[in-house]
């Protein structure tokens, strides 16, 4: 019935632009019969054709729609002509299977198959979310393309990733979905918020050691510390965020030589170079054996089954630069933790999100194979507020769920606080103000010259060359306006050479105040983030044989089998120097001085997570009196910028923002050069 209806709308279309097309043309200006001028050419072609062959699908559309046009002269001439456009397409489609081949079954859409084929998980993608399930499969670590089954193939362990990549597939014998399987991210319109975090894989193995007994070389491991030893040990790769001053290292270590001996795993540790020896001989304490590499030049994946220790993994954190482009440190630490032999990864540091920004927990997250991290840009949507803007296609330095995101993987990271694990002494921070006068004063009044007149030199070359290269007209006083503002470079340069100078202004007063404490019987540590300021100080303080740690402190102590570094640091510990001078760079991880009670901080780095690193040095594992950090602070440049710290070392989620910087930079540069840059 249906079948002979809609031929007879097929006839009716034919008939119609037939009797249509023998009328003269001109029906709206003329006499109201046939084609108007627009549609005779193509409706006298439609007529033509439908003579001699069926029209096709989206000729019979056009040719429908048409007829609405000359409908109330078509029902003149006695045709009753069809008019539900939705209907004309299931028509349209009946008719062409009528008038030519055999009718074929409606093609049903089906979801991707997981099947357990031995020890291997394979997947076979399904038409029906074909292009997402590739992606997320794609995503997943250790899998490969079987060229022949056309099929993937997915290690056995990664099934509970495989069920989190594919939400809605179809399970063969032997696979059950877990009822807290997360469910997929939305796809990209709204942020996920339904999304909840892959339950723990328990694994009851015996670790085989008693960790409240004392380790080899006498390590007596705290309460926190056995607890996270033994989870490392029984759940895999596991981010390791715990403050500075918790004791990691052991952690860590304590955590390899259990998997060492159960396995017989190799043990490979990538570190930074200063603290490759002290990393060495703690491991050597224990009785582990180990390969230590430099984040400068990280192995390639060994052909044996391996553990992976990324020690201060925020190094890792420049997995993508400014130009969301992978750095070649990023892809081979990335590289190591994705390998098939890789066991078990354990990224280690104390600023897991380093400057509050989540991006930079994305590698850490991406090598430990978590769901969350398994699509980057969805990653980046929800929880770095991934957005285009003005100035770049994607923009990655925001945070936004944060809540959330730290819901979905506190499974996979154990991140502990000081006041949380240990009993140790509170610390507190005094602010002692600066008054530059005299030699101090004359100092910084002449750096600041020099660095106006260097600066008004290298603008006017800039400016110079632009104009040359873009042909402006030098006497367009706007433009030429335009081109002496200070830009984003210029700005942190100058805020860079204002620091320098105001530091070695306060050389000074960071002695004074040293040499209070020394006659007060406490040993104390200076920190400046540059080395003139660091060697002028240790120089004034030799007489009480002031060590000095900066960036060129290398190779090994003469006639000893320890570092120069870990030399110093030992005979500051053992109290035969009473004085520690280092540079942020160099001693602001891997360092323990708990020796001394007093930190005198000449200058702060601009991280906060830095500061944080520096404090660790004294506040931390055997520290046993009040740690008492003395900020020195000259000029608006030291209170502006210490307001930025206080303010972000207050709340860590804090978000910054490289353009912010620079803001903060030039407000600083118009103010202490009166508007003269």
């Known amino acids: 019935m249906t079948q002979t209806m809609i031929k007879d709308h097929y006839d009716i279309l034919t008939r119609a632009l037939q009797a249509l097309s023998a009328r003269c043309d001109g029906a709206q200006n003329e006499d109201g019969i046939g084609f ?13 054709q439908s003579k001699e062959k069926m029209l096709s699908e989206a000729q019979q559309k056009h040719g429908i729609k048409m007829l609405q046009t000359y409908r109330k002269q078509l029902e003149g001439m006695g045709f009753d002509i069809p008019l539900p456009i939705d209907y004309i397409k299931r028509a349209v489609a009946v008719t062409q299977v009528t008038a030519s081949a055999p009718a074929k079954p409606a093609k049903v859409s089906v979801e991707s198959h997981i099947e357990r084929v031995g020890y291997d998980l394979r997947i076979k993608i399904g038409d029906k979310n074909f292009n ?10 250790k899998r490969r393309f079987d060229g022949n089954t056309k099929e993937w193939v997915v290690p056995g362990t990664l099934l509970d990733k495989v069920l989190y990549a594919l939400p809605n597939a179809t399970l063969g014998a032997g696979i059950v979905r877990p009822a807290n399987t997360p469910a997929p991210a939305p796809k990209p319109v709204q942020p996920v918020v339904a999304v909840q975090a892959p339950a723990p894989v328990a694994n009851p193995i015996n670790i085989g050691v008693d960790l409240s007994k004392p380790l080899p070389g006498g390590i007596e491991l705290f309460k926190h510390q056995q607890e996270d030893v033994e989870r490392m040990a029984r759940n895999g790769s596991l981010i390791v965020g715990n403050e500075v001053g918790t004791g990691k290292t052991f952690t860590l270590l304590t955590s390899a030589m ?11 540790v990538v570190t930074k170079a200063s603290l490759k020896d002290d990393i060495g001989g703690s491991a050597a304490t224990l009785g582990v054996p180990i390969e ?3 984040w400068a030049k990280m192995p390639a994946p060994p052909d044996v089954p391996y553990i992976f220790i990324a020690d201060e993994a925020h190094m890792a954190q420049g997995a993508a630069n400014a130009a969301h482009k992978q750095t070649i440190r990023g892809k081979a630490f990335l590289e190591l933790a994705a390998h098939p032999n890789c066991k078990a990864c354990w990224p280690a540091t104390g600023t897991p999100m380093r400057n509050g920004q989540p991006r930079n927990m994305w590698p850490l997250l991406r090598a430990i194979n978590h769901p969350v991290a ?3 840009w969805q990653y980046e949507r929800d929880f770095c507020n991934g957005r285009p803007t003005n100035f770049t296609k994607w923009d990655t330095s925001g945070a936004s769920n944060l809540e959330l995101l730290n819901k979905l993987i506190s499974d996979k990271m154990i991140r502990r606080k000081k006041e949380d694990c240990l009993d140790l002494p509170p610390q507190m921070m005094t602010i002692r103000k600066v008054n530059l006068a005299g030699k101090a004063w004359k100092l910084f009044n002449d750096a600041m010259y020099q ?27 706007q433009a030429m306006k335009h081109l002496a503002n200070i830009d984003n470079a210029d700005a942190m340069v100058l805020l860079g050479q204002l620091r320098q100078a105001n530091s070695l202004a306060k050389v000074d007063e960071a002695i004074e105040l040293a040499e209070e404490i020394l006659g007060q019987g406490s040993s104390v540590v200076i920190s400046t983030e540059f080395l003139e300021s660091a060697e002028l100080i240790a120089e004034a303080l030799k007489d009480w044989k002031a060590e000095l740690l900066t960036g060129s402190v290398t190779g090994q102590e003469k006639g000893m089998k320890i570092s120069k570094r870990q030399a110093m640091i030992d005979r500051f510990q053992r109290k035969e120097s009473r004085v520690f001078v280092m540079t942020g760079s160099a001693g602001g991880t891997g360092v323990t001085l708990t020796a001394a009670q007093d930190m005198i901080l000449v200058d702060r780095p601009l991280i906060s997570d830095d500061v944080i690193q520096l404090h660790g040095r004294l506040h931390r594992i055997s520290q046993t009196g009040t740690v008492t950090l003395h900020w020195l602070q000259a000029q608006d440049i030291d209170r502006k910028l210490d307001e930025n710290l206080v303010g972000k070392l207050n709340n860590s989620s804090t978000v910054v923002d490289g353009n912010k910087m620079a803001d903060l930079a030039r407000d600083i540069i118009k103010q202490m050069f009166g508007g003269r840059i």
């Open 451 to 477: 660095m106006e007149c260097d600066y008004a030199e290298r603008k006017q070359i800039k400016i110079n060359d632009l104009v040359a290269r873009l042909e402006l007209d030098p006497d367009d006083k």
């Open 36 to 48: 108007n001028g627009r549609d005779t050419d193509f409706g006298k072609s439609l007529a033509r």
């Open 132 to 141: 997402q399930d590739c992606s997320n499969v794609k995503n997943l670590s």
């Open 258 to 268: 259990i998997l060492h001996k159960l396995h017989g795993w190799k043990v490979i």
């Open 374 to 376: 398994l699509n980057k």
């Open 292 to 294: 230590v590499y430099s």
